[in-house]
Nanobody
């Protein structure tokens, strides 16, 4: 059974930083491309960043240069370091293993105040 558990969200002022974590179980984590997604209020879920099994990363234009995705295969965990946060980054953030596109965690809420 694939389980994804996100954590690390919270309330932060604009310009601040947060680090999100997502621990995965039930998958061969080291082999999987992982992604962070977000759903902003009233909008569809969107891709934020991805990291392949060999560490190649890709970012949405809106976060490129401010967010960094990383992974620790020993801990089955993927991270999202978010710097220079903006109010428009306010969203519920989710992680996903691309091999299992229909499986999602509960998400973690990030609120950025202006």
């Amino acid at each position: 059974q694939v389980v994804l558990v996100e954590s690390g969200g919270g309330l932060v002022q604009a310009g601040g930083s947060l680090r999100l974590s997502c621990q995965a179980s039930g998958i061969i984590f080291r082999l999987r491309t992982m992604g962070w997604y977000r759903r902003r209020p009233g909008q569809q879920r969107e891709l934020v960043a991805t990291i392949t099994s060999v560490g190649q990363t890709n970012y949405a234009d809106s976060v490129n240069g401010r967010f960094t995705i990383s992974r620790d295969n020993a801990k089955n965990t993927v991270y999202l370091q978010m710097n220079s946060l903006k109010p428009e980054d306010t969203a519920v953030y989710y992680c996903n293993a691309h091999r299992y596109p229909d499986i999602w965690g509960q998400g973690t809420l990030v609120t950025v105040s202006s």
